[in-house]
């Protein structure tokens, strides 16, 4: 079985720990009648070095699942890890910390500070950690995004696709244990959006990243090593090396029985 594929199946408690492990994740938002579950009872492992889709009809809890994986939101039960450690002991002063320090993140709206230049909104992680940027590694993450001769610009002074290249940048520069994305290309068109999902594949295969991306578009998840489905806030299925004709009929059945 591949690596690709044990990406997004739960993992017994003697494996090599993973980037990410999920065990028994439930988060309900309210209470009595009008409670909603986003997610019930999810398992999940995700190991380093790998590129997986989380994906699912509207409603199906694939964000949630990303937020609570990425320290972002609490489940209501079961525990969530970053390799070792347990986010889900930790007070929001150490979850700050990790998020910081150990974590990337790429969403569909790019985030960046307008007056800040591309240089500043790159090394904006490492400067609210208080960390010195690694001049090597900060010239290779902007030279592998293709953004070498556009440092001193500001991100109203780019394109759309420009300006997520900033953000991949961004969530590589402190070499996190985890780059989470979610909907890194809904914004984009076509031909963009096959350019940053070229990135991020590269960042896997280059520098062993590990990235974990929602999508609902059955071309990004092409692009990945396993897709992970959910419906109902469960997990509903796992795809190796997923092709975007596979994922589509995969999605149109799950939107079947939802």
């Known amino acids: ?20 492990r999920l065990e028994g994740v439930s988060r309900t938002y309210g209470r009595g009648a009008g409670a909603v579950h986003a997610l019930r009872d999810v398992d999940a492992a995700f190991p380093r070095g ?30 969530v890890r970053l390799g070792t450690a347990d986010l ?13 320090e150990r974590v990337g993140f790429v969403f569909q709206a790019f985030n960046l500070l307008p007056s800040l230049t591309v240089g500043q909104n790159i090394t904006l992680p490492l400067r609210l950690a208080g960390r010195r940027a690694d001049r090597a590694w900060l010239r290779e993450v902007v030279a592998r995004v293709g953004l070498a001769d556009r440092t001193g610009h500001r991100p109203a002074e780019l394109s ?38 070229g ?29 992970v489905f959910l419906c109902g806030g469960r997990i509903a299925g796992h795809l ?8 589509t009929r995969r999605l149109s059945a799950l939107r079947g029985a939802a």
């Open 50 to 79: 790998t590129f997986t889709a989380v994906m699912g009809p509207s409603g199906s809890g694939k964000s949630t699942l990303l937020q609570c994986a990425a320290g972002l939101d609490r489940p209501t039960a079961g525990t």
């Open 240 to 247: 190796a090396a997923p092709t975007a004709d596979e994922v």
């Open 160 to 197: 759309g696709g420009q300006q997520q290249r900033v953000a991949v940048a961004r969530a590589l520069v402190t070499r996190p244990d985890v780059v989470f994305a979610d909907e890194p290309t809904g914004a984009l068109d076509p031909d963009t959006a096959r350019d940053i999902l």
């Open 199 to 227: 990135l991020l594949r590269t960042a896997v295969a280059d520098l062993g990243q590990t990235v974990i991306m929602v999508t609902h578009d059955p071309v990004a998840a092409a692009h990945t090593d396993a897709a």
């Open 1 to 20: 079985m591949s690596a690709a594929f044990r990406a997004a199946r739960p993992i017994p408690a003697e494996a090599p720990a993973a980037a990410v």
């Open 88 to 100: 889900t002991r930790m007070g929001e002063t150490q979850l700050a910390k990790i998020r910081r």
